[in-house]
T-cell receptor
Framework: RKEVEQDPGPFNVPEGATVAFNCTYS??????FFWYRQDCRKEPKLLMS???SGNEDGRFTAQLNRASQYISLLIRDSKLSDSATYLC???????FGAGTRLTVKP | EAGVAQSPRYKIIEKRQSVAFWCNPI?????LYWYQQILGQGPKLLIQ????????DSQLPKDRFSAERLKGVDSTLKIQPAKLEDSAVYLC??????????FGPGTRLTVL
C-alpha cells in the first residue's frame, strides 16, 4: 500500500466556489503533514503544514483526521490562480502522493 | 535567500547516451534529495543525502543511475545509459530542520 494516496481529480470548479480534497495515509504513526502546490511545468512549493490541531491560512484550511487517517485541504472563495496540482507528504517523509489537480474556471 | 539551483534546465539526448544533472542546495541545508517526476505523477524519491552520506537510495535504479555529494554541498545525478522511460523532470530539493523541502526548478530530460 502506498504511503499516501490522493484522488487525482481533476476537480473543476467555478471561481468563488469552495472545494476540498483529501489525502489518505497508511502510517498511523504519522502526526503531521505538508501540502505542496505545483503549478504546471513548475516545481512543487510548500503551501502549508498540517498538525493534529489543524491549520488555517487565509482561504486555506488544512485538517488532520487521525482516526480515519486522512488529511484534507479546503479552499474557500477559489481564485483562478488556485489552479494547480496539490500534493501531500508526511512530515519527514519523502513519498509524495500523486497529487490532486484543481482547475478553477471563470 | 537564494533557492535551490539546478542545471541544465532542459536536456535532450538519444537513448544509450549519458547525462548528468547538477544541484546546489540552499546554503546550510544538510539534507538533499533527488526526485524523478513523470508527467501526471507525484515526485518519486531517487536518493536522499545527509551531508555527503547516502540515507536512502532504495528506489534508485543503480544499474544505470548514480549520484554523489562529495563535499556535502553540491550534488550530481548521472544516468548511463539512458532509456526512453527515463524521460522525466529531475527535481532536486533541500530541507530545513523543520522538514520543509524546497525544490529547485528541475531539469526536464527527453530521451529520444
Amino acid at each position: 500500500r502506498k504511503e499516501v494516496e490522493q484522488d487525482p481529480g481533476p476537480f473543476n470548479v467555478p471561481e468563488g466556489a469552495t472545494v476540498a480534497f483529501n489525502c489518505t495515509y497508511s502510517n498511523s504513526a504519522s502526526q503531521s503533514f505538508f501540502w505542496y502546490r505545483q503549478d504546471c511545468r513548475k516545481e512543487p512549493k510548500l503551501l502549508m503544514s498540517v498538525y493534529s490541531s489543524g491549520n488555517e491560512d487565509g482561504r486555506f484550511t488544512a485538517q488532520l483526521n487521525r482516526a480515519s487517517q486522512y488529511i484534507s485541504l479546503l479552499i474557500r472563495d477559489s481564485k483562478l490562480s488556485d489552479s494547480a496540482t496539490y500534493l501531500c507528504v508526511p512530515k519527514g517523509g519523502m513519498r509524495f502522493g500523486a497529487g490532486t489537480r484543481l482547475t478553477v474556471k471563470p | 535567500e537564494a533557492g535551490v539551483a539546478q542545471s541544465p534546465r532542459y536536456k535532450i539526448i538519444e537513448k544509450r547516451q549519458s547525462v548528468a544533472f547538477w544541484c546546489n542546495p540552499i546554503s546550510g541545508h544538510a539534507t538533499l534529495y533527488w526526485y524523478q517526476q513523470i508527467l501526471g505523477q507525484g515526485p518519486k524519491l531517487l536518493i536522499q543525502f545527509q551531508n555527503n552520506g547516502v540515507v536512502d537510495d532504495s528506489q534508485l535504479p543503480k544499474d544505470r543511475f548514480s549520484a554523489e555529494r562529495l563535499k556535502g554541498v553540491d550534488s550530481t545525478l548521472k544516468i548511463q545509459p539512458a532509456k526512453l522511460e527515463d524521460s522525466a523532470v529531475y527535481l532536486c530539493a533541500s530541507r530545513t530542520d523543520y522538514n520543509e523541502q524546497f525544490f529547485g526548478p528541475g531539469t526536464r530530460l527527453t530521451v529520444l
